[in-house]
């Protein structure tokens, strides 16, 4: 006997999505046993980050992206406006982004370090990895293993990691962890990888929640390139997995 | 009913427990002893309301709304209880080492690790992780590897200070034949109480362990975002009642 779930789209009315309620930098969730809402929560998902988007968009005009980040920007928001996505965006925040106009900041300073064995420093770190997350998947896989293990046991990512006094303070700026989910965004372009994917959605939480902390066009502009990245991703898992038809 | 000699279990009143005990009641297998932790809280793989209720088996039928502590009086398995149960505490520590058994099944609270003070106190503790070891190591990895080749897996192991990573003593896969909505409470804790019982009906006949072939590293998962839960879920549901 088939399960009857209601379809979002016949009832017209997404349920809240709870994940963004509450400042993810100050109040990291959980995510234990989360309850299942049905398809209805694709829709509250998608509206959320919608949103955040939106509001991003009116905020970033100007902003400067790392290289790597500026140069995916128009491909991405063509990929985002492809027809038959399963969950498209609306054409004006899309014009938004467009118009923003971003432009690519100073090239990133310095290589990759040589393994996560090293003592880094974090920004720095991520801002290099940038460049090796969609076209060297062996240089990149280390160091997003790295920083998902660090986020995902300590669900905050720190200034610095030394290997012998230990990690540095929690960073509170999004954009820390903007950039270390615009690398699994680059990423999750090249290969599916539901690992990253997993690491990926729960900074989209974080991005969304905490978007009041953006105080700068290029900040804002940061934390709407790595939400573009996560809304290809996830409409790459909808298709396929056959969902959200 | 085959009593496991030297086997006892260390528990907490979860729905895996329940599996746990209903299942090797019906594979005839009983442990020596039970230490039973509580809690006064609610904690995390405990089951009420809607989800307490009878599930359909490999094995026949299990009622998540049983007890284990009805379980365990069911099999007459001598049972002792903490509280607060903790299994890194001192009290069940030293009942632990006290204990003539020299394996214990864990099944304890959902979120717990063991630290070495009880990895330490000359037990071996024998637990068996909800995916395919090594593959999927970590934290909800059943809907990871559905996702990725609409598999499951169970796989039993002695617990080591490094999570997931003991030697492999018998792992399977198995092919989810309803939807995935009851994984958490109940599907999931069906194929671990088959590797279970598998493993320890295994050491009954031959007085050994089993090891499991092939090896290498395998990867470690993170407790899975809802929305790949809901996409795992949602797949299952359309691949079930299409």
């Known amino acids: ?245 | 009913m085959t009593r496991l000699d030297h086997i006892g279990i260390v528990l907490a009143d979860t729905s895996r427990t329940r599996v746990y005990l209903q299942a090797l009641a019906a594979h005839g297998l009983a442990p020596a002893e039970a230490l039973v932790l509580t809690s006064p809280s609610s904690r995390p793989g405990q089951v009420s309301g809607e989800a307490a209720k009878p599930y359909q088996a490999p094995w026949g039928r299990v009622d998540l709304g049983q007890s284990a502590i009805r379980s365990l009086d069911d099999a007459a398995v001598p049972h002792r209880e903490f509280s607060p149960g903790d299994i890194n505490g001192a009290d069940v520590i030293e009942a632990l080492a006290a204990s003539p058994c020299e394996v214990f099944i864990y099944s304890g609270f959902g979120g717990v690790i063991l630290r070495a003070p009880v990895l330490s106190c000359g037990k071996r503790f024998l637990h068996v992780h909800g995916g395919y070891l090594p593959d999927y190591k970590g934290s909800t990895t059943n809907y990871y590897s559905y996702l990725a080749d609409g598999e499951c897996g169970a796989s039993a192991l002695f617990i080591t200070e490094q999570i997931d990573s003991g030697p492999v003593l018998l792992r399977r896969k198995f092919t989810p034949q309803t939807d995935l909505l009851e994984l958490d409470h109940a599907l999931d804790s069906c194929y671990r109480a088959q590797v279970l019982c598998e493993t320890l009906a295994h050491h009954s006949r031959t007085g050994h362990w089993p090891e499991a072939p092939g090896g290498g590293t395998g990867r470690t998962y993170y407790i899975m975002h809802p929305l790949l839960r809901h996409a795992a879920i949602c797949k299952s549901m359309r691949s079930h009642h299409a």
């Open chain 1, 1 to 245: 006997m088939p399960r009857p779930w209601p379809n979002w789209r016949d009832s017209g009315v997404p349920s809240l999505y709870p994940y963004t309620a509450e400042d993810r930098i100050a109040r990291p969730h959980a995510y234990m046993y989360t309850p299942f809402e049905g398809d209805t929560f694709f829709a509250a998902y998608d509206a959320d980050r919608l949103d955040a988007l939106a509001d991003l968009s009116l905020r970033c005009s100007g902003g400067a992206l790392p290289g790597p980040l500026a140069r995916a920007m128009a491909p991405a928001l063509e990929a985002l406006e492809a027809p038959a996505v399963p969950f498209p965006t609306p054409r004006s925040t899309v014009a938004a982004l467009r118009a923003a106009r971003f432009t690519a900041g100073p090239e990133t300073p310095g290589p990759l370090p040589a393994g996560p064995t090293a003592s880094i420093e974090t920004v720095p770190c991520l801002n290099a990895l940038l460049t090796v997350a969609d076209n060297d998947a062996d240089a990149a896989g280390p160091w997003l293993e790295f920083f998902i293990h660090r986020y995902e046991v300590a669900k905050k990512i720190r200034a610095d990691y030394n290997r012998e006094r230990g990690p540095g303070d929690p960073l509170t700026d999004p954009v820390p962890y903007a950039l270390l989910a615009a690398a699994l965004g680059l990423a999750c372009r090249q290969a599916v990888d539901h690992k990253y994917l997993n690491t990926l959605f729960k900074l989209g939480d974080l991005l969304s929640s905490a978007r009041s902390r953006t105080e700068t066009a290029n900040a804002a502009g940061l934390c709407a390139a790595a939400l573009v990245l996560e809304r290809l991703a996830f409409n790459d898992l909808m298709q396929r997995q056959g969902l959200g038809l």
